[in-house]
């Protein structure tokens, strides 16, 4: 059987032959930091710094979400308040008199044409 290997392949795009992830590995050497093991001493600031960029996307979505909510709300409020001026509007002209009295004819009652006057009634009469 014939067993594996690794072929090194000229990349056709790069003018050098080298590819954009061995320039990378070289500039950077991760190797030589992990030389003495794991650097435990960042440990602690790397943890810190991941749980407080969690933290700041998890508001920041938070914030977009509540942004959005907000906005929707405030075009129903909108809706609301245009169709309270409409229900307000009608029922400021349909309690007036002259059209309590058009529709209390049709029920077959009229207007009185009498002055209301007072019942004056005495201490001794109550």
Known sequence: MASNSYKKSQ???SSSGRSFFSVLENVINVEKI?????????????????VLCIFYIG?????????RKISK?????EDLRAD?????????????????????S???LKESMDPPYKI???EDEF
């Open 11 to 13: 990349n056709p795009g």
């Open 34 to 50: 992990f030389e003495k093991g794991l650097p435990i001493q960042f440990l602690m600031p790397i943890l810190f710094s991941t």
């Open 59 to 67: 508001n920041l979505h938070y914030a977009e979400k509540n942004i």
């Open 73 to 77: 709300l405030r075009i129903q409020v």
């Open 84 to 104: 309270y001026t409409t229900l307000k509007a009608d029922y400021m002209k349909n309690s007036k008199q002259s059209e309590v009295a058009k529709k209390a």
């Open 106 to 108: 049709v029920l077959g």
């Open 120 to 122: 004056i009634v005495g």
